[in-house]
């Protein structure tokens, strides 16, 4: 079973020689910053400057999934102020509104996506109503949340340690990538 190919974290340029002046690069619509307060500290070695210059130079909004009030939490349009270790029923949440109001990219997930009526089957309980009971997060938040990162192209999800190292990381990770 196979998710991701590769580093679940965000580009923001860092690999590239000239940066923000490529000429194909696109500043993401939309960042996701979930259990990673990238301004204080980061395990992958990417320091906080470029999610600054991603919102100050391209616009990039963020939600930020985080129980403490972080700097970058102050400056979101969503802030997911979760109850910790429930970051999984966040997930299968959100998925139940991407899918369920039919908000994924088709395209790609006819060409690349195995399984997808099945997760699809999988998370329509899942409702935000079903995780505010867990997560203590209205379900308006999430679902806010959810419809924003689905509609706004190009998205991207810069994800840290506490997804990695709590009880259910695993599948907290599973419903992220998902």
């Known amino acids: 079973f196979c998710v991701c190919g590769d580093l679940p974290v965000v580009d923001a340029s860092q ?41 100050t130079q391209g616009g990039t909004k ?7 009030l972080t700097w970058l939490a102050s400056r979101a349009a969503y802030h997911i102020q979760l109850r910790p270790g429930t ?5 299968l949440a959100m998925l139940n509104v991407v899918l369920g109001e039919d908000l994924y990219d088709h395209e790609f997930c006819d060409n690349w ?15 935000p109503e079903w995780a505010e009971e867990i997560t203590w997060v209205p379900a308006e938040t999430i679902r806010g949340a959810a419809r924003a990162f689905a509609t706004n192209a190009p998205s991207s999800i ?19 990538l998902a």
């Open 113 to 127: 996506v195995f399984g997808l009526d099945e997760l699809a089957e999988r998370v329509a309980d899942k409702t």
């Open 87 to 91: 970051d999984a029923a966040i997930g």
């Open 62 to 68: 963020l939600i930020v999934v985080d129980p403490d």
């Open 15 to 55: 690999f590239n020689e000239q940066r923000w002046d490529h000429p194909e690069y696109e500043y993401p619509e939309v960042c996701l910053v979930w259990g990673n307060d990238v301004i204080k500290s980061n395990g992958d070695g990417f320091l906080g400057h470029w999610i600054v210059d991603m919102m």
């Open 158 to 176: 810069m994800w840290g340690l506490a997804i990695d190292t709590q009880q259910n990381g695993a599948q907290a990770g599973q419903a992220l």
